[in-house]
């Protein structure tokens, strides 16, 4: 079955601080890694996409790794601001017309000034 | 419109009442999406689109679950004689032909008491 795990589930760090997020992934056939930001009650909002050539992708102060051999990613998050408070989801695509979708269960980042 | 819509965005049903959620995606969008995201999980997919055409209903948890999308834009996904456990957040995300980034609405927020 296709898994997609996370960690850590949730993390606490202080505003300026870095961080780094976990993605290890069980899905086969690989096509595509993405990670999400979701706001309390709000939808996912894309912030990457990755296929299986790219090791590594920045979208401002985010920035993700991809390592297809070892089927692992991580999100790099610089100099922490309070509106980074969320739930970060990494999502892996199998391909095909519903792009075979697997949702990991996400971690819950809390900034704190 | 500039994003994918979802309307209500609160609804509170009573056990067996049935209730029809409404997506707007994105003008053009081929690819519409219906995910269930249950509270502290990821979004697990429920149904897919493309057009008119509903190519992939695999992840519909019962025949109490009804999809359309009759006109190939506005969907609507439609539970019957709800239960407790239908309660979640119904995610709906388009996709355009060419594009590789899915966008999600803000979701319904379903509680059945």
């Known amino acids: 079955k296709n898994q997609v795990e996370q960690s850590p589930q949730s993390l606490i760090i202080l505003e300026g601080k870095n961080c780094t997020l976990q993605?290890?992934?069980?899905?086969?056939?690989?096509?595509?890694l993405r990670w999400y930001k979701q706001d309390t009650g709000r939808g996912p909002v894309s912030l990457t996409i990755?296929?299986?050539?790219?090791n590594t992708k920045s979208n401002g102060r985010y920035t993700a790794t991809l390592d297809a051999d070892t089927k692992q990613s991580s999100l790099h998050i610089t100099a922490s601001q309070l509106s980074d408070s969320a739930s970060y989801i990494c999502?892996?695509?199998?391909?095909?017309?519903?792009?075979?979708?697997?949702f990991g269960k996400g971690t819950h980042l809390i900034i704190q000034p | 419109g500039a994003g994918v819509s979802q309307s209500p965005r609160y609804k509170v049903a009573k056990r067996g009442q049935d209730v029809a959620l409404r997506c707007d995606p994105i003008s053009g969008h081929v690819s519409l999406f219906w995910y269930q995201q249950a509270l502290g999980q990821g979004p697990e997919f429920l149904t897919y689109?493309?057009?008119?055409?509903?190519?992939?209903k695999s992840g519909l948890p019962s025949d109490r679950f009804f999809a359309e999308r009759p006109e190939g834009s506005v969907s609507t996904l439609k539970i019957q004689r709800t239960q407790q456990e239908d309660s979640a957040v119904y995610l709906c995300?388009?996709?355009?032909?060419?594009?590789?980034?899915?966008?999600f609405g803000e979701g319904s927020w379903l509680t059945v008491v």
């Open positions: 999502v892996v695509g199998a391909g095909g017309g519903a792009d075979g979708l697997t």
């Open positions: 995300a388009s996709r355009g032909h060419s594009g590789n980034t899915i966008y």
């Open positions: 990755m296929t299986f050539s790219e």
């Open positions: 993605c290890n992934y069980t899905v086969s056939p690989f096509s595509n």
């Open positions: 689109f493309q057009n008119e055409a509903q190519l992939d």
